[in-house]
Structure formats: structure tokens, C-alpha cells
């Protein structure tokens, strides 16, 4: 029972992290106008991500990430029966950044919500699957296989998540992950997109996490949870 609380609490403040730090750079760029130079936010989050994995992955494997979770269980990664779980916990952590956000920050309209900006809703969720492609296929051959997993593996995973947001952001928010795009979206009263970060960066994540699966040599069992 200890050992599960320490699992979640770690995915609760990972993601608590991501959202606040991510987020908070989008909320202070909107209430301070001129405050965030180009760049930074993206640069926030991959940053942030690669640091938490160095604090926190030996705790729960940081995932952080609903989708990451969903696609490490179908490949065999994680069990099934933690899946709810870290969900709830990543979702709980997300929630709680924005809301003392809102309350320790000035007013302001906007939450860090992703939403399409240019292009259809189906080529934001284009958008997402592609990106969350990319970031779980680093995820896996980093962390996920023993010929190549090592200290490097919190750097490239960072670094992946701020390419992505540097490219992505502009157009589909480059959400990568449903608890990020949630919290904000409630509150910023975007549900109507939802779907989208919800949809892409799950089918992105899990069709990266069974291709790598595929195409590694039949002798590299997957790794225990």
C-alpha cells in the first residue's frame, strides 16, 4: 500500500510540475504582456519533463502522462491494474497546478488551454498523434529497452518534448497529453476540443509504444514494471 502511494504521489507531483511550470508560462504571458520571450515556454516544458524524470522516474517510472501510461500497459510495460490509478493522479496533479495558478497569479482569461490555431480540429489531432508519436518512440528506446536505456534517457525525452512544443505549439498547442490539455480546457471553458487531446496524443502514443515493440529483436523481452 506505501509502495503505491509513493507511485502516485510521484505521478501526482510530476504532473502538479509540468502543468505549473508549462501552463504558468502560458497564464503569465497572457496577464503580463511582454514578460515571456519566444521560445520559453516550449523550452519550459521539455526542461521541466527532463528534470522530473531525473527526480522522480526510479519512484514511478514517470509517465505523467495518461497516454504514456495507457500505451506502456499495452505493450506490456505496465500492469493493467495501475492504469486508473496513475490516471487519476496525473489528472488530480494538473487540476491542482492551474487552480493555485488562478488563485496566486493575476486575472486573466486564458489557462494555457490547447486549441487548433489556424487548421481544422482533425488537423490539430493530426497534428497531436504525430507529435505524441515522436515523443513515445524516444520514450521507448530510451527507457523501455535495454541496449540503450542510461542517464541520457531524461535528456532526450526533455529534449523531444521541446522540439515538439517549438514546432507543434503554434498550431495544435502541442498538448502530448490529455491531463495537461484537461485542467486548463475546464477551466478556460474549452471542452469543445477536448476530444482532440484526448484522441491524438492517445492513438500517437500507443501506436509508437506497439511499433517499437514490433521492430525490436524477438530476444529483448519487454522490462518488468
Known sequence: MQEALRRLSAEFLGTFAIVFLGCGGLMIAERIPGSMPPGVVAATFGLTVMLLIYALGHVSGAHFNPAVTVAFSLARHFPKHRILPYI??????????????????????????????GITAVQACVWEFILTFLLMLVVMGTSKD??????????????????????GGPVSGASLNPARSLAPAVLQGRLDVMWIYLVGPCLGAITAALLYEWMRSPAEAPSKP
Open 88 to 117: 487519476a493522479a496525473q489528472i488530480a496533479g494538473a487540476f491542482a497546478a492551474v487552480l493555485l495558478l488562478q488563485a496566486i497569479l493575476p486575472v486573466g482569461q486564458g489557462f494555457g488551454a490547447t486549441v487548433p490555431n
Open 146 to 167: 535495454s541496449r540503450s536505456v542510461g542517464a541520457m534517457a531524461g535528456t532526450a525525452i526533455g529534449a523531444t518534448v521541446a522540439v515538439d512544443a517549438f514546432i
